[in-house]
């Protein structure tokens, strides 16, 4: 739970990132991600990892039975590999050698049901197996922010041999792989033994994989905080399973969006009889197929003669793109960084 949730701004802020948002519905996102599964795992099994800069919002908002002591700080973020392994030698230091489910704190999932007996599926298959058994959603689109599962389809089955991972791929890329109908969507959701987590450590990230009796040893900040200084920011996508050869998938059958940018974040929401969303004061006329979020009530927002537009007002911010420029967002944001004047609305 440790992104800020830069594609989805200037929504979600360093300040307020959006698994602490309330976006679907009237409890943040990671607290319907809790109550998502706590029918699934006891309260006491489930971890969530932050980054320190998110303590104090964790603290505060993240769901008061889960235990505080469940709740992991990383020091700064360095990717999901290095998040995935800290948290497994604490886990595993504390409840011993098992199954673990590792989701994504922001995500919107409809079909509650169907999804906890997609995790049950997965959970037997990875308890029997040293494997890591991943979650492939079927593409409706050719999305370029999640990666993609190519595998051995075949009917009857609830598990497939995964060929190979692609991290996320451009849009020629992402074309041919929807096209082809060989691949799915990395949801980013596995569930694999701890043993075979550290295994995978120690053959394709043995440098990160060495700091292993270290972190298993000690409390110490500052030893923690020189190995985060060290260890490579890198994905568990690109670093292990990309590589590995022992992948099985289960397809995730329900409704699934990685709410990862602001196109996706407006595709579930209500859309008038021209395909406008309209969130907050808005007025518009002759517009269609665009977006438009006001989250000021002291202000109104007009449009007249708009087609295929974002148009957000949010934290002091006034964002306005066509959809089809969102990926130029993350650039627009790393130049803003550079400028003090502009850093305080990021």
């Known amino acids: 739970a440790g992104g800020i949730g830069t594609r989805l701004w200037p929504i979600s802020t360093s300040a307020r990132p959006k698994q602490f948002l309330s976006l679907y519905s009237s409890n943040i996102m990671i607290n319907e991600t809790i109550n998502r599964i706590k029918s699934l795992f006891d309260y006491d099994n489930i971890f969530i990892v932050v980054n320190k800069e998110q303590e104090g919002l964790a603290y505060k908002y993240i769901d008061y039975n889960v235990p505080r002591e469940n709740i992991i700080v990383e020091p700064q973020a360095k990717n999901t590999a290095m998040c995935i392994f800290y948290a497994s030698i604490i886990i ?14 922001d995500h919107y999932v409809a079909e509650d049901e169907v999804f906890k007996q997609t995790i049950s599926d997965g959970i037997k298959i990875a308890e029997k197996e040293n494997t890591i058994v991943t979650i492939g959603i079927k593409p409706n689109y050719p999305a370029t922010g ?9 009917e009857n089955k ?34 694999i033994k701890l043993e075979t987590i550290f295994n995978n450590f120690r053959k394709y990230l043995p440098k990160i994989y060495q700091n292993k009796e ?24 690109k670093g292990i399973l990309e590589k590995t050869e022992n992948i099985k998938m289960i397809k995730g059958i329900f409704e699934w969006y990685d709410i990862g940018n602001l196109n996706d974040f407006f595709k579930i929401k209500e859309k008038d009889i021209e395909n406008n969303v309209k969130i907050g004061n808005v007025y518009t006329l002759d ?20 087609k295929n537009m974002n148009v957000i007002n949010c934290n002091n911010v006034i ?13 627009a944001i790393e130049e803003l960084k550079i400028n003090n004047n502009y850093k305080k609305f990021l």
Do not use: C, H
């Not at 609830?158 to 991972?165: A, N, P, R, S």
């Not at 409390?219 to 920011?233: G, L, P, R, S, T």
């Open 92 to 105: 595993n230091k504390r409840l011993g050698n098992g199954v673990i489910t590792i989701l994504s704190s």
């Open 319 to 331: 964002l306005i793109s066509e959809k089809d420029k969102m990926n130029d967002l993350k650039i």
């Open 214 to 237: 270290i972190l298993e040893n000690t409390n110490n900040k500052d030893i923690i905080n020189k190995i985060y200084n060290e260890v490579e920011a890198i994905s568990i996508d």
């Open 287 to 306: 517009t269609q197929n665009t977006n438009i979020y006001n989250g000021n009530d002291e202000q109104l927002i007009v449009l007249l003669g708009n």
């Open 158 to 191: 609830k598990e497939f041999d995964v060929i190979e991972f692609k991290e996320k791929p451009n849009y020629d890329n992402a074309l041919k792989y929807l096209e082809s109908g060989e691949y799915y969507w990395n949801s980013g959701m596995f569930i």
């Open 146 to 154: 999640f990666g993609y599962i190519k595998f051995i389809n075949s």
